[in-house]
Structure formats: structure tokens, C-alpha cells
């Protein structure tokens, strides 16, 4: 599969090599830093994409491939607890995605959250920047229910807008269902979300959480990536949103999320 042209530039605002450098080593030890907003000019998101971008790099020089990507602060609630009105993105790669049934091992983990979400794969490359809702249906080879483990490298979680964004919208791993389901004909905005933790019912949603529709979320996405000539590639995925608040992870806990039309998901964690 291609991999996501890195070559663009990355604009000189103070800060970003060392932030950058801070996540990586972060992201390696598994051991949290302070807020990286600190280290870069107030609410400059193009600084904190730089910085995300560089570690993208790191990644793929170190052998890692890029599998797709995520939507981030899809929640009305979530947007304005963080002064926002848009989503974010990060990027995916493969070494992130857990088999669903499996247990994970803690050790991969720093402070981990789980949330529910519906998965898409593609099937087409999306570079159009102007790309329509009908073209993004053609594109789409399958949707599934996902469960998405975020994890910050930032400590206890002491983030803003700048924060998250730098460090790769906390992206930790992903847990895809197994069952490929078409998106034609189904009511994403209207599908009910359950997502249990060691059997008990911890958080739920419907689709319309996500910025009103999963697909509006998968839209925005491939015209941002398209626009910043970084396409959604075909056989990518695509995580498009949490349907409800996410849950904190403990170890040797088991999650299961059920969506309606799609089915299941689940993963479980070790003792540590």
C-alpha cells in the first residue's frame, strides 16, 4: 500500500523539533511528559500538526506502516469543553491494530481510555478535495464496529486542543469487528451503541454522536487529507468517531461494544 507523502513542510515555529522529540521518546518508554502546549506558540494547530507529522516520519523510517486514520473530538460536548469547532485527525498505523477476542498486553499502554466507534475500509483512493457524500459511498469497501484504545503521552491527561493534536490526536491502538457489513441502507446517524466493561454497561450513544453522522465525520476526513495532498488510500481505515464518552482502562478488564447493524467487538487487557 502507498505510504502517506511526509515531505511537506514543516513550518518553522518554535518548539516543534522538541516537542516532536518529547512525544517520540514518550511514545518508546511508555512514560508520560508534561503538556507539550508549553513549547509551542498559543493554539498555533498548524505547529501542533508540525509536530505530529514529524513523528509520522519517525515512524515510517522506522518500519512502521501507516494502516489509515482516526477522527478525534467528534463530540459537540467534547468541542467545546476544548474551544473548538472541528474535529482533529491522526494518523493510524499497523502495529496499532489488536485482533478482536485478543488481550492486550499492558505493557503497550500508559493511561489508557476505550471507546466505541464505527470502523470504514476502503476500497478507492480518496484525492478529491471537493469529494461528494455519494463518491465516499462508492469508495467504501465495508464498515465495522471498532473499538478504539486512546492513550496520551501527555500526564494525567492534562491536555488542550494543542496538546492532543501534537501528539497524534492520542491515538494508543484499535480493535476492529470481523464481520464486514455494506453501508448501503443502513441509518448510521440512527444505529444504538452498548459498550460493557466486564459485563456491566459503561457508556452508549448513537451515530448522530458523531458529528451528527459517521459518514459527515468520513467526509470531512478525506477532503482534509485530500486538500493537504495526504489521500485516504484504498485498504486504509478510517475510525470515525466515539458514538459515546469513553471509559477509563484498567488492568485485566474486557470491553464489548455492540452496534446495531454491525455487530461486536471485544479486547481484554492483561494483569500487568
Known amino acids: 500500500m502507498p505510504q502517506h507523502d511526509m515531505t511537506d513542510?514543516?513550518?518553522?515555529?518554535?518548539?516543534?523539533?522538541?516537542?516532536?522529540?518529547?512525544?517520540?521518546?514518550?511514545?518508546?518508554?511508555?512514560?508520560?511528559?508534561?503538556?507539550?502546549?508549553?513549547?509551542?506558540?498559543?493554539?498555533?494547530?498548524?505547529?501542533?500538526?508540525?509536530?505530529?507529522?514529524?513523528?509520522?516520519?519517525?515512524?515510517?523510517?522506522?518500519?512502521?506502516?501507516?494502516?489509515?486514520?482516526?477522527?478525534?473530538?467528534?463530540?459537540?460536548?467534547?468541542?467545546?469543553?476544548?474551544?473548538?469547532?472541528?474535529?482533529?485527525?491522526?494518523?493510524?498505523?499497523?502495529?496499532?491494530?489488536?485482533?478482536?477476542?485478543?488481550?492486550?498486553?499492558?505493557?503497550?499502554?500508559?493511561?489508557?481510555?476505550?471507546?466505541?466507534?464505527?470502523?470504514?475500509?476502503?476500497?478507492?483512493?480518496?484525492?478529491?478535495?471537493?469529494?461528494?457524500?455519494?463518491?465516499?459511498?462508492?469508495?467504501?469497501?465495508?464498515v465495522l464496529p471498532a473499538l478504539e484504545i486512546v492513550d496520551s503521552r501527555i500526564a494525567d491527561w492534562d491536555i488542550r486542543l494543542t496538546d492532543t493534536v501534537a501528539d497524534n490526536a492520542s491515538c494508543g491502538l484499535y480493535v476492529l469487528g470481523t464481520t464486514p457489513v455494506s453501508p448501503l441502507g443502513l441509518e448510521l446517524d440512527l444505529v444504538g451503541m452498548t459498550l460493557a466493561r466486564n459485563g456491566d454497561l459503561v457508556s452508549h450513544g448513537v451515530g448522530a454522536a458523531c458529528l451528527g453522522h459517521p459518514m459527515a465525520a468520513a467526509l470531512w476526513l478525506a477532503r482534509r487529507m485530500a486538500a493537504l495532498d495526504t489521500p485516504l488510500r484504498a485498504g486504509e481505515v478510517?475510525?470515525?468517531?466515539?458514538?459515546?464518552?469513553?471509559?477509563?482502562?484498567?488492568?485485566g478488564d474486557r470491553f464489548e461494544a455492540r452496534i446495531a447493524g454491525l455487530g461486536r467487538v471485544g479486547i481484554a487487557f492483561d494483569t500487568a
Request: glycine residues 8%.
Open 238 to 251: 478510517v475510525l470515525t468517531g466515539a458514538l459515546g464518552p469513553m471509559v477509563p482502562v484498567a488492568p
Open 9 to 142: 513542510a514543516v513550518p518553522d515555529a518554535p518548539g516543534v523539533t522538541e516537542a516532536a522529540a518529547l512525544l517520540h521518546e514518550a511514545s518508546r518508554t511508555r512514560s508520560p511528559i508534561a503538556p507539550v502546549r508549553t513549547l509551542l506558540p498559543a493554539g498555533d494547530l498548524a505547529a501542533a500538526y508540525a509536530v505530529q507529522r514529524l513523528n509520522t516520519r519517525r515512524v515510517i523510517a522506522e518500519g512502521g506502516r501507516v494502516s489509515g486514520r482516526k477522527i478525534g473530538l467528534t463530540s459537540a460536548a467534547v468541542q467545546q469543553q476544548l474551544g473548538v469547532d472541528q474535529p482533529d485527525y491522526g494518523t493510524l498505523y499497523a502495529h496499532m491494530e489488536c485482533a478482536a477476542g485478543d488481550t492486550v498486553a499492558w505493557s503497550r499502554l500508559i493511561q489508557p481510555k476505550c471507546e466505541a466507534e464505527v470502523a470504514v475500509v476502503l476500497q478507492r483512493d480518496l484525492a478529491q478535495p471537493d469529494l461528494g457524500l455519494a463518491e465516499l459511498l462508492r469508495a467504501i469497501a465495508y
